[in-house]
């Protein structure tokens, strides 16, 4: 077998969703082998519109192309999905649309499923922090009682008005055991709307708090979408490639290699694998630098 970058990495790279350059009629199993070829090795499956037309023979393909190609899977889970929803009736459907994507997951071998958790609706947020993190504790219940082994991942949102900073992700992952983070460092840096959080000591202050807030349990098993991002004064507008944005990457790379944290990184730039292969250079190219440092 060739000797691929990522086993020599404590990150493994991919994409969140099929790569543009897979095979249009392959599906995500194709996209699984595609990922491989690319000498990337993580894809997360794309269901953001829900998961009614993945039945369990589609589950199947993607697990054997996930195990034959040595790539990990994550699941991105619907957009209609609100911890906060107003009604019992809305939380209730949108409960039942996680679990499903867990289930689904699970079965299709992946081992995380990430989902936004919802906005504020003009509630205090501590309010409605309390209510998303009850919520998210039956949800976990639920998954562990039908024995569906992933990881819940709420991911760090780009906009004020939505739940998803990372002290909010931080302290439902230190109450709910199968629960940590997706950090999308792009949605940190477009959230305060200001250009901040865009340095190495800021890239690098928040994995301290990671580190600090879930010990090796969140820095040794990271989750991490990752992008250029436009951005105004309410935060998010849309992704970007990296080469037209204004996120330092290769800072945030150096400060990632820096803080001795393991996991995956996502690429969310519209141009996909191109952007998580330079991102796995950048990270590969730091982390040399490290070591020769340490040693020299
Ligand atoms: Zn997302």
């Given at each position: 077998m060739s000797k691929a970058i990522h086993t020599d990495l404590p990150f493994r790279f991919g994409t969140?969703?099929?790569?543009?350059?897979?095979?249009?009629?392959?599906g995500s199993a194709g996209g699984v082998a595609r990922i491989r070829e690319l000498n990337l090795s993580a894809l997360e499956l794309a269901w953001v519109r829900g998961?009614?037309?993945?039945?369990d023979e589609v589950c199947a393909r993607i697990k054997l192309a996930s195990e034959t190609n040595h790539v990990a899977l994550s699941v991105h889970a619907t957009?209609?999905?609100?911890?906060?929803?107003?009604?019992d009736e809305m939380w209730q459907a949108g409960r039942e649309r996680l679990l499903q994507a867990a289930r689904l997951g699970f079965k299709a071998g992946a081992t995380d499923i990430i989902f936004?958790?919802?906005?504020?609706?003009?509630?205090?947020p501590s309010v409605a922090f309390a209510i998303a993190r009850d919520r998210l504790a039956g949800i976990a219940d639920q998954l562990i009682k039908e024995k569906i082994n992933v990881t819940l991942r709420p991911e760090t949102m780009?906009?004020?008005?939505?739940?998803?900073?990372l002290e909010e992700c931080i302290a439902w992952s230190q109450s709910i055991e199968t629960v940590l983070p997706c950090v999308d460092f792009a949605h940190l840096h477009a959230r305060?709307?200001?250009?901040?959080?865009?340095?190495y000591a800021e890239f690098s202050a928040a994995l301290a708090l990671i580190a600090n807030g879930l010990g090796n349990r969140g820095l040794k098993n990271m989750h991490i979408h990752f992008s250029g991002i436009a951005y105004g004064p309410k935060g998010e507008k849309n992704h970007l490639v990296l080469e037209e944005a204004d996120i330092k990457y290769k800072e945030f790379f150096k400060a990632l290699a820096d803080c001795g944290a393991s996991g995956r990184v996502l690429s969310e730039t519209p141009n996909m694998e191109e952007g998580a292969i330079v991102m796995q250079n950048s990270f590969a190219q730091s982390l040399r630098k490290a070591r020769a440092q340490h040693s020299g």
């Open positions: 969140v969703g099929t790569p543009l350059s897979a095979p249009k009629t392959g998961t009614t037309n993945i039945g957009y209609f999905f609100n911890l906060n929803a107003a009604t936004h958790p919802g906005s504020y609706m003009k509630l205090a780009g906009k004020g008005a939505l739940l998803g900073t305060p709307g200001d250009g901040s959080f865009n340095s």
